[in-house]
């Protein structure tokens, strides 16, 4: 099987069929330009995933709709785990406001962490999600939770296809993970308001994701995902109707020593010009690692790696500007402790309540006005 030239940039994002993975005769295509995303990339769009995602889609109007007080009463700041609602603009990225409205919904998981054993604060960064009632809004709370379910199961399968395109066996980046019961994953469910004009209204500002890998759905027809090339130029990713889009995280990159690549992404607020009507929907899911994983002592040995994929990324170039920085810290700490950090910069008033001594760490000035939930 051929390698594919490297190249010391991108202008689009590839778009991989799962379903070559079901025959021997297609499975090293698939691997090929699976590899290339990797490498290359950071990002790509993965089509005929065996997932129906028509009864969560379905779900998320009624969801953003709920009374104001109903949101409210699960609002993230009552959870010591980051889990729940976020109103319009109680997000912080990269010192400005992010303008959506989510909700965090994760894995079921008991947290490890007990009050007064002196455990590390970042066990409890993982816990039981808040749902709304269930009498207004029938089923939702099932229908969410297989979802994460079958993602979970494809971000699983996904991480052996990855190990393959590297050239090493299935299993080799399952030491990162902990037991299934020490393991939670999470996701949203994110509304983006249109705005009355065109610009570039941060939705999300640019950052990285903090894990291995994230799967996307675009749940509406607007344009707004863009991610960072090596030059620094902002490429659009325009939904795809019944695809995910994949990238990878900072502690992938951190683990394979920048064989996979995070990139720098952004969600621009949708427009008139944007495509679509009404708010833009998305539904990321994020695959973790196991909390109490140093990558330090967990980074992935070069010596294993075929040399003809180590050229590969050594020849793909440098990035020349980013202007995502988040996620610094995996040369040092667990991963839970990186994590929880990414999660106190985003949500200040959440960790001003539940994480007081790491929160004045961080904001010793306190709570940011521009950030500020309820």
Known sequence: MSSPSPSPNFSSVPILDYSQILSPTTKPHFIHHLQHALINVGFLYLSNVPIDTSALTACIPGLFALPQDAKDDIRMSNSKHFLGYSKLGAEFTKGRTDWRE????????????????????????WGPSQWPDESLLPG??????????????????????LAEAFGLPPEALKQYYDTDERMQHRGKIVRYPQTETDGEGQGVGPHYDAGFLTFLLQASDHKGLQVQNLSGDWIDVPPIPGTFVV??????????QGLARATSHRVLSPTPASGGTGPRYSVPFFQNIGLDTKLT?????????????????????????????????????????????????SHPDVAERHYPELFKQIFPNGVPKEVSAY
């Open 247 to 256: 990238n990878i995280g900072k502690a992938l990159e951190f683990a394979t």
């Open 140 to 161: 939702f709370k099932a229908t969410m939770e297989r979802y994460l379910l079958d993602v979970q199961q494809l971000s699983y399968d996904f991480i052996g296809l």
């Open 297 to 345: 002592e967990h980074v992935l040995e070069c010596t294993c790696v075929p040399p003809e994929i180590l050229k590969l990324r050594d020849a793909r170039g440098r990035v020349g500007a980013t202007d995502s920085v988040n996620f610094t810290e995996f040369d040092r700490e667990p991963s839970g402790r990186v994590n929880l950090i990414g999660r106190v910069k």
């Open 102 to 125: 989510q909700f965090d919904f994760a894995t079921p998981h008991v947290s490890r962490g007990i009050d007064g054993r002196g455990d590390p604060d970042y066990w409890y960064l």
